[in-house]
């Protein structure tokens, strides 16, 4: 840079003088080089290099020489001497000045990153707690005006999946409820019908006939139970509705009539059935109890094509166990269709839990009676 400013200014002005500052001398020709250079390097040896150095070892200096020929064909040196002690000194300085700089700004870039990630982070953090509050608070009913816009696209992108699978899932409960509903009044009046009809044979004294009382008792029971259905899939279909009657059931009999009610499903298939029942009693409504039990049994039996069926109670617990069949690709649970689906609800309604396990070996089912249905009682007639 100085050869070339000062080679600027000769062009100019030939009489320019040469430059010289703190550290900094220039030389016109070799004989006015101080004489250590001179002694140390040939005057051949500028010739032929760019830059040369000079390194006293008796002197705590080096020095930078730069030849440079002017347009005049002499030559001109550029000296650059650096002091050691002076240097070190001087750049152990810079150095902990650099450092320090560093060490402050990094500090303070740092710190303006973590409070921008954390600012970021608790809009991040608020908008998905307004995610979770919205999905939290959607119900069926006010569904259409319950659509939210949130800040980001990604969470808008996400508010629009549980939104279309919320109302998705609306649309199938509100079908099951309406299939329910509707099953249970069409039902209504072949049952009536069927119902006057057994009071007329009654009447007529055909269940004092000894060919046909047997017949005629099943009749009525399942007619009865007909009944009783339709009423508790109203019930179970309406989330406002009185409570059914409860009442004292006995659950090893009950448990005993439901086996012998489906024991034909077990006929020609090489199937054992073992019993654990304990003699205790359950205050709850008999005829939801008889659904639900009566669903878990039936698709135990149809669904088992050999080996073992193992059902066993408490005071407050009924499970079935069943062995896995080879034969078909479709598990136990998802063969039970409507039979679970109308489980599930029943026992949802009825406060208690339910608990399906599916293994390479057996599939069981577990209903846990740890709630009863209050005051609405009677006394169990059957």
């Given at each position: 840079?100085?050869?070339?400013?000062?080679?600027?200014?000769?062009d100019?002005?030939?009489?320019?003088?040469?430059?010289?500052?703190?550290?900094f001398?220039?030389?016109?020709?070799?004989?006015?080089?101080?004489?250590?250079?001179?002694n140390?390097?040939?005057?051949?040896?500028?010739?032929?290099?760019?830059?040369?150095?000079?390194?006293?070892?008796?002197?705590?200096?080096?020095?930078?020489?730069?030849?440079?020929?002017r347009?005049?064909?002499?030559?001109?040196?550029?000296?650059?001497?650096?002091?050691?002690?002076?240097?070190?000194?001087?750049?152990?300085?810079?150095?902990d000045?650099?450092?320090?700089?560093?060490?402050?700004?990094?500090?303070?870039?740092?710190?303006?990153?973590?409070?921008i990630?954390?600012a970021?982070?608790?809009?991040?953090?608020?908008?998905?707690?307004?995610?979770?509050?919205?999905?939290?608070?959607?119900?069926?009913?006010?569904?259409e005006?319950?659509?939210?816009?949130?800040?980001?696209?990604?969470?808008?992108?996400?508010?629009?999946?549980?939104?279309?699978?919320?109302?998705?899932?609306?649309?199938?409960?509100?079908?099951?409820?309406?299939?329910?509903?509707?099953?249970?009044?069409?039902?209504?009046?072949?049952?009536?019908?069927?119902?006057?009809?057994?009071?007329?044979?009654?009447?007529?004294?055909?269940?004092?006939?000894?060919?046909?009382?047997?017949?005629?008792?099943?009749?009525?029971?399942?007619?009865?139970?007909?009944?009783?259905?339709?009423?508790?899939?109203?019930?179970?279909?309406?989330?406002?509705?009185?409570?059914p009657?409860?009442?004292?059931?006995?659950?090893?009999?009950?448990?005993?009539?439901?086996?012998?009610?489906?024991?034909?499903?077990?006929?020609?298939?090489?199937?054992?059935?073992?019993k654990?029942?304990?003699?205790?009693?359950?205050?709850?409504?008999?005829?939801?109890?008889?659904?639900?039990?009566?669903?878990?049994?039936?698709n135990?039996?149809?669904?088992?094509?050999?080996?073992?069926?193992?059902?066993?109670?408490?005071?407050?617990?009924?499970?079935?166990?069943?062995?896995?069949?080879?034969?078909?690709?479709?598990?136990?649970?998802?063969?039970?269709?409507?039979?679970?689906?109308?489980?599930?609800?029943?026992?949802?309604?009825?406060?208690?839990?339910?608990?399906?396990?599916?293994?390479?070996?057996?599939?069981?089912?577990?209903?846990?009676?740890?709630?009863?249905?209050?005051?609405?009682?009677?006394?169990?007639?059957?």
């Amino acid at each position: 840079m100085e050869v070339q400013a000062y080679s600027k200014k000769y062009d100019l002005n030939p009489d320019t003088p040469l430059p010289e500052y703190t550290n900094f001398k220039t030389y016109l020709g070799y004989h006015n080089l101080p004489q250590a250079i001179q002694n140390a390097i040939p005057e051949s040896d500028f010739y032929s290099k760019t830059m040369d150095v000079f390194d006293p070892f008796d002197e705590d200096i080096m020095q930078f020489i730069y030849p440079w020929q002017r347009p005049d064909n002499r030559w001109v040196y550029f000296i650059f001497t650096v002091h050691f002690d002076d240097a070190t000194d001087r750049i152990v300085q810079d150095l902990d000045n650099m450092l320090s700089f560093i060490g402050k700004t990094g500090l303070t870039v740092l710190a303006i990153i973590v409070v921008i990630m954390l600012a970021f982070l608790h809009r991040i953090s608020r908008s998905i707690d307004e995610l979770r509050e919205w999905a939290n608070s959607l119900e069926a009913k006010t569904l259409e005006q319950q659509k939210k816009s949130f800040k980001y696209k990604e969470l808008n992108q996400l508010a629009d999946l549980i939104y279309s699978n919320t109302k998705r899932i609306a649309s199938g409960v509100e079908r099951e409820q309406r299939f329910l509903e509707n099953a249970s009044h069409e039902l209504r009046t072949p049952i009536a019908i069927l119902q006057n009809n057994l009071e007329l044979l009654e009447y007529k004294g055909l269940n004092t006939d000894p060919r046909f009382a047997a017949s005629f008792t099943r009749m009525t029971n399942s007619v009865h139970n007909m009944h009783h259905l339709t009423t508790t899939l109203l019930w179970a279909s309406r989330k406002e509705s009185e409570p059914p009657l409860t009442a004292e059931i006995n659950l090893e009999e009950l448990i005993e009539d439901l086996i012998a009610e489906n024991n034909y499903l077990l006929r020609d298939k090489p199937v054992t059935v073992s019993k654990l029942l304990s003699n205790t009693t359950i205050i709850a409504s008999k005829h939801v109890l008889r659904i639900i039990l009566g669903n878990i049994l039936r698709n135990a039996f149809q669904h088992t094509f050999e080996g073992e069926i193992s059902i066993h109670n408490t005071s407050d617990t009924f499970a079935v166990f069943n062995s896995r069949s080879s034969e078909g690709d479709v598990t136990d649970a998802e063969s039970y269709g409507l039979g679970i689906m109308l489980i599930e609800q029943l026992v949802e309604k009825m406060g208690w839990d339910i608990t399906f396990e599916d293994s390479d070996e057996f599939f069981s089912v577990t209903l846990q009676m740890d709630g009863t249905l209050p005051e609405n009682t009677e006394e169990d007639s059957a």
